[in-house]
């Protein structure tokens, strides 16, 4: 970021909510009840776009090469390394257990195509998404019609070649050009001073938009595997959650500890990304068997509350791996050293 953007103040709501869409993101990848399930994924995916749709700031870089060079240090440096160590880490694991041997010129062209990479696979179509936006907002007008036309066209894609993962998965990144366009308008709305403040009738609005999607739409949207029910359903779903849980993190400025734990983990949502899903979870899954004899999905805790444990659990265990990047290696996650944040302070 330039030092113009250095000196802008952070939205604290939008922190949190980064937060809860990480826990989310984990929860979604254990086991917790069906309807909790079908919940969570209407609309988490959507709520990350959202939010970067609602703090990107074109104006504060001088050229758009200076943007999308940004982009690249928080976006896709952190996506190559993370992916580098996710796939290094997968290698070991596998060879341990079963000696598998591993073709390495094919496992570097999928994560240079970003097809099987794990929960990172969407921080590729993010970035495509922050770069066409930039390019759009040039445009005098004709914005929304644009990218109304770029969502839909992103699921003609889906639908006219269902089987391919195409690069960079450049199809979800135009569907989901609409959560964040749909946030920069409620950003530069009237709506907007209620809406950072939590209003009740914004938010009871949004819950029961996205109730009534969710009764007529009620299946998981796996937008990895380009599976969204039914397409207008799932965009109105994806964007009334994200402003439910864009309401409820407003009020959740307010509460000192709760707070700072979202806060803390929506400062730091790639770590958590990259190592939650694996070897987070393999690790305490072989960690429970060793030590306690438990073995996940058998009878470990009550089968509806798994789910919850292991992402405690697992949010703990990255914690250390977080304060190491940050201490040590803050630009894996294009963050600058502890020594130039000083300086620019």
């Known amino acids: 970021m330039n030092e113009e953007g250095m000196k802008s103040k952070r939205i604290e709501w939008v922190d949190i909510a980064k937060g809860v869409a990480i826990v989310l993101v984990c929860l979604g990848h254990r086991d917790v009840p069906e309807g909790m399930c079908v919940w969570i994924y209407s609309f988490h995916l959507p709520l990350f776009f959202f939010l970067a749709g609602y703090t990107t700031r074109f104006e504060s870089y001088a050229s758009f090469g200076a943007y999308a060079m940004r982009k690249v240090r928080v976006l896709l440096v952190p996506y190559f ?161 994200s402003v439910v849980i864009a309401c409820v993190c407003a009020r959740l400025e307010k509460t000192r500890l709760i707070k700072g734990v979202f806060t803390y983990l929506g400062k730091n949502t790639i770590p958590i990304v990259a190592f939650h899903y694996y070897p987070g979870y393999m690790i305490l899954e072989t960690l429970f068997y060793k030590l306690f004899g438990w073995q996940y999905l058998h009878n470990v805790f009550s089968h509806n509350i798994e789910g919850f444990v292991y992402t405690i659990c697992v949010l703990l265990l990255c914690v250390p791996v977080i304060e190491f990047v940050n201490r040590f290696a803050p630009w894996m996650v294009g963050k600058g050293s502890m020594k130039e944040k000083r300086v620019l302070s």
């Open 81 to 241: 390394i993370f992916g580098l160590l996710y796939k290094t880490i997968g290698f070991c694991f596998n060879y341990l257990y079963s000696h598998a041997a591993v073709d390495f010129g094919a496992e570097a062209l999928i994560l240079l195509r970003g097809s099987d990479v794990g929960p990172l696979w969407f921080i590729p179509p993010l970035f495509v998404v922050e770069v066409v936006s930039y390019v759009l907002n040039l445009l005098p007008k004709g914005k929304t019609v644009v990218v109304i036309l770029s969502s839909f066209g992103g699921y003609a894609m889906t639908l006219a070649f269902p089987s391919i993962c195409f690069f960079w998965r450049l199809n979800i990144a135009f569907i989901s050009l609409f959560f964040f366009w749909f946030a920069r308008f409620l950003r530069y709305s009237r709506i907007n001073g209620r809406f950072a403040k939590g209003d009740a009738l914004l938010f009871f609005g949004a819950l029961i938009v996205h109730a009534i999607c969710l009764s007529f739409n009620p299946t998981i949207i796996w937008m990895g595997s380009n599976h969204f029910g039914i397409f207008p359903l799932f965009l109105l779903e994806g964007a009334a959650g």
